[in-house]
């Protein structure tokens, strides 16, 4: 019962600090309804429902919103993790004694050097492939496009003959 009567009277506080508040509400609209000359009895029912749609509107588009940056930002700082890892891997490259990465291999451009670079990163992240899986696709390719162009070649050599006996007949029917 005591527990009760507790609950009711923390009850009665909620309702008159609801109402303390309502009073000031109510207060306040009729000042702004007195600086604007709007009368007492005018209602704004169908312009607050609109408000009220309004404003659920736009805090649907915040929620969207906000759902793109936090992806945006979890891309952002996974790239950012990446970048960083990347660049500890090639401090640990270059932990030699020159203090210019470019005089490791002194005969290699800007370029060439990126590319020796990237490659030692993927041979520790085990990603590589070794060079000479490169040569040896690169020259079965060679010996594809070589088997393509003597194909081509005889389909063009079989067709001037064909052409070659067809312009033949169209003589010997003139």
């Known amino acids: 019962m005591d527990e009760k009567e507790s609950r009711i009277t923390g009850l009665l506080t909620d309702i008159n600090t609801l109402s303390n508040q309502m009073e000031d509400v109510c207060a306040e609209n009729r000042q702004l309804r007195k600086m604007a000359n709007v ?56 932990k030699s004694n020159e203090t210019d990465p470019r005089l490791r291999y002194k005969d290699l451009t800007d370029d060439q050097l990126l590319s020796v670079d990237n490659y030692v990163i993927r041979l520790i992240q085990g990603s590589a ?4 899986d490169f040569y040896k696709l690169r020259r079965q390719n060679d010996d594809l496009k070589a088997e393509i162009d003597r194909l081509k070649n005889s389909g063009l050599d079989q067709l001037n003959q064909k052409m070659q006996q067809l312009g033949m007949m169209n003589q010997q029917n003139l």
């Open 39 to 94: 009368p007492d009895n005018y209602r704004f029912e169908k312009e607050i429902m609109q408000i009220k749609l309004h404003d659920k509107e736009r805090i649907e588009d915040y929620k969207k919103l906000i759902k793109v940056l936090q992806d945006d930002n979890y891309k952002l700082e996974e790239e950012r993790a990446n970048l960083k890892h990347a660049i500890k891997l090639q401090a640990m490259m270059f």
């Open 129 to 132: 492939q070794e060079p000479a």
